[in-house]
């Protein structure tokens, strides 16, 4: 947690449940990946926090811009972005949104599939597209699964019918799936990838980008390798599959850059021994799965959580939110433990929450209103 997110908190004791979130850490982010990867230019993933302060810092630091609806491309042109800087990266699109995003002049467009590429050659005709390719996610936390992408084989056909379709095929994209914690993944994505490039220029098409997509990490509850590993390991694969003639390099952090720039403020509601003979307690705080803490499904993302008896004897808990449903636990089986003064009243931070928060919280559930917002 930054100090300053620190003195915030201690100073103006904000209503809980709350996201306090510190803009600064973000933009180090962002230069702290421009640095270790200098070769390739970040489309930060609008969707991990579409909050505008977050916007406008990164488009006063030269951020492009990853955006996956019609209502996310026209936040980053409200945050001053340039169209030609956003990418439009879901597979995924309704006609209209793709044909607003043209008007707009959204620079580049993603598709994975023949009935999408039609979809863009009617109504964005001449546009930039890249084809996005399947690849393990093994190593993942929050894997992308088989929703997106398609094969190299199927890619290379693709790539040839844009062309014919009057659309300019630009490049490749993969996503490796969302904190993704072993840098291997990267390199054997690089290498598969590649191939397609000396295939398709040997078919007259002359690819000039690779999207390497999102998930670098941010740090949890575990250790993750740093961004440099990744870095390193990216270096090498591409300079394996490349050489010299590289072509533009892009990557999609979403989480990375804001992951750890955010600490969910909560309170304790209750404190409960439900059963005398088991010694798990059960500690229901005042934001849960729908709250915003939809990534603990599952137990994919583990959240540190802090509490004012931090360093006193702990013990065993199960982890729920406040509303009336049974799925609203956030960690059963990941054996937390919280300190056994930990009582009802009181404030405990989730911290590294400002990646997947506060847009995946409920309209008023059980009349819980939506995660409030503090950019600082
Ligand atoms: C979600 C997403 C990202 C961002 O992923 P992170 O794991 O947050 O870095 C990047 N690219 C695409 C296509 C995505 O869907």
Redesign the pocket.
Known sequence: MTQKIARYLADHQPATPCLVFDVDRAEENFRALQHALPVARI?Y?V??NPAAPVLERLVRLGSFF?A?SIEEIEACLAAGARAEAISF??TIKKASAIARAHAHGVGMY?FDSAEELEKLARHAPGAAVYC?IMVANAGAD?P?SRK?GTTVERARELMLQARELGLDPMGL?F?V????TSTASYEAAIAKVAILFTDLRDAGVKLRMMNL????PTRYRDEVPGIGAFAAAIGAALARAFGNALPDIVV??????V?DAGVVASEVVLVSQRDPADPVRWVYLDIGRFGGLAETEGEAIKYRIATPHDGTAAGPVSIAGPTCDGADILYEKSNYRLPLALTAGDRVELRATG??VTTYASQGFNGFAPLKEHYI
């Not at 997509?213 to 670098?216: E, L, P, R």
């Not at 999609?252 to 850059?257: D, K, L, S, V, W």
């Open positions: 489309y993933a969707k991990a990853d996956a990266g879901n993603a996005r929050w992308l997106f994209s996503h799936g969302s904190q993704q997509g999102g998930g670098f999609e952090p979403g989480r990375f850059i992951g990646a997947y």
